[in-house]
């Protein structure tokens, strides 16, 4: 049994309580909070679980194995890395921090200590990610052209972080976890319509060594919810959208072929082939159950989690250049800019 503290009862934490308390392997042990009325919820709900407003509390209790942290973003690194000194496997939330330096230092400090360091891309433990992943693997796709996200609400308005942090992050994980590989460049543009706060609306290009081209539009300032990826392949193509209740996925027979025909190419003929759609099924389990376990098989087998800190920060680069693109002086706007990667923390 696997003893875990969560810190952090706002709008995310009370999923990760709800599924550690359900989660095989795992018991609820305690909830910090800096608010002493989201504590008594807690109480409530979870009346095995102890509450406290203070995190050391968790990080001081020898019986508590591991800590996942679901406070704002500039809370990560300081609270992190507490929970790694304090011996804790730890479940970081998206983003992994704030600095690809802090995520670096983070990585490092929890592979000297052997534990565990699990960011929470909840995407990637969902049917629909996963079954997007298999068609790729297994070839049936072919060769990935393009993605090209929508990912467009109203709100919520946050005061630390910008649309980038809050939705791009989502497609830069699922990107990460189907590719395998990093984009080399990234051109955004983006704007905060009230001044003073942080951007809420953005177009990000990503481009790939592969040919791959990736898009996503962001965006706190829409009038009906879009979550919608369109994933092109050169055999098949496939179509995401995360509101459909069943049938998320669409994969369609559809593509078009140039002529090798040598009589032929002076015309430059297309073919196009238009053939089935078909709604694969998919696991519909929650995807935070999913990933709860496999916390837990990673603390027990001494395993690697599928979005490990690496993973996280590859997205937290991703950020960065993309917020160096977008904050470029209104002119240069949308420059593209050279990704480039470092492991190590300096
Ligand atoms: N994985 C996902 O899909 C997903 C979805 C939403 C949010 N998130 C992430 O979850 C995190 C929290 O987001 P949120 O929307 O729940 O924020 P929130 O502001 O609603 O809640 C944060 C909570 O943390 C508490 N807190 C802050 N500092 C603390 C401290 N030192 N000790 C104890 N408690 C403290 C606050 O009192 C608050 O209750 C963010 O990193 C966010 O990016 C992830």
């Known amino acids: 049994m696997i003893n875990i503290g969560v810190i952090g009862y706002g709008y995310w934490g009370p999923n990760l309580v709800r599924n550690f308390a359900e989660t095989p392997g795992t018991n609820m042990a305690a909830v910090a909070d800096l608010d002493p009325r989201k504590l008594e919820i807690v109480k409530r709900r979870f009346p095995a679980a102890y509450t406290t407003t203070d995190f050391e509390d968790l990080l001081k209790d020898p019986a508590i194995d591991a800590v996942a942290i679901a406070t704002p973003v500039h809370t990560h690194f300081a609270l992190g890395m507490a929970a790694l000194r304090a011996g804790k496997h730890l479940w970081l939330e998206k983003p992994l921090t704030e600095t690809s330096e802090q995520a670096r230092r983070l990585i490092d400090e929890a592979q000297r200590r052997n534990l565990v360091l699990l960011v929470d891309h909840t995407f990637i433990y969902t049917g629909a990610v996963r079954k997007m992943k298999e068609l790729i693997s297994t070839g049936e796709l072919g060769r990935v052209l393009y993605y090209d996200s929508t990912r467009v609400n109203l709100g919520l308005f946050q005061r630390d972080v910008s ?60 009038p009906v919810k879009v979550r919608l990826i369109h994933l092109g392949g050169n055999k098949k193509m496939i179509t995401y959208d995360d509101l459909e209740p069943s049938e998320k996925i669409k994969v369609y027979d559809k593509g078009i072929s140039f002529t090798t025909d040598p009589q032929q190419i002076q015309e430059m003929r297309v073919g196009y082939r238009t053939g089935d759609m078909w709604a694969p099924k998919l696991d519909a389990t929650e995807a935070l159950r999913v990933e709860g376990e496999h916390f837990v098989d990673c603390i027990q087998h001494n395993k690697v989690p599928d979005t490990d800190g690496h993973l996280g920060l590859r997205v937290v680069e991703l950020i960065e250049a993309t917020s160096s693109s977008m904050r470029r002086k209104i002119r240069r706007n949308g420059e593209t800019i050279q990704i480039q990667r470092q492991e190590k923390a300096a």
Do not use: K, Q
């Open 163 to 222: 649309v980038i942090s809050d939705l791009a992050v989502h497609d830069f994980s699922i990107l990460d976890y189907l590719l395998g590989e990093h984009p080399v460049a990234v051109s955004a543009n983006g704007t905060n319509h009230f001044p003073g706060t942080p951007e809420n609306l953005a177009y990000v290009t990503l481009f790939y060594d592969s040919g791959t081209i990736a898009h996503t539009s962001v965006s706190w300032l829409a």
